[in-house]
Nanobody, 123 residues
Framework: VQLQASGGGLVQAGDSLRLSCTGS????????VAWFRQAPGKEREFVAH?????FYADSVKGRFTISRDDAKNTVNLQMNSLEPEDTAVYYC????????????????????WGRGTQVTVSS
């Protein structure tokens, strides 16, 4: 099982980026998949989740959109109106157990993690 995140980069405040998480050896359509991020000197924090439900961190609501492409087995994070505070390494994570309820925003409930992708937003 492998999760591969891509799409990070250096952008200016107000710009957009689209992150993608591709799964191999795992089907995203029957489990929770989430994005987390970790800024320098800070703890890892939840960003967005998708399963049969969608939820977001308050800090990204209205700016970020998580989606899933079942044909490609990818989960995407469209990030608009980026702010310097969004600068972090972004990680995708998945629950190894399908159909688990409830789905949560806690990092401890996701046991499959990909390598992160760096997002840097300049002011």
């Amino acid at each position: 099982v492998q999760l591969q995140a891509s799409g990070g980069g250096l952008v200016q405040a107000g710009d957009s980026l689209r992150l993608s998480c591709t799964g191999s050896g795992i089907t995203f359509g029957n489990r929770g998949v989430a994005w987390f991020r970790q800024a320098p000197g800070k703890e890892r924090e939840f960003v967005a989740h998708i399963s049969w439900d969608l939820f977001y961190a308050d800090s990204v609501k209205g700016r970020f959109t998580i989606s899933r492409d079942d044909a490609k087995n990818t989960v995407n994070l469209q990030m608009n109106s980026l702010e310097p505070e969004d600068t972090a390494v972004y990680y995708c994570a998945a629950d190894s157990a399908p159909w688990r309820v409830p789905q949560t925003a806690s990092a401890t409930d996701y046991d499959l993690w990909g390598r992160g992708t760096q997002v840097t937003v300049s002011s």
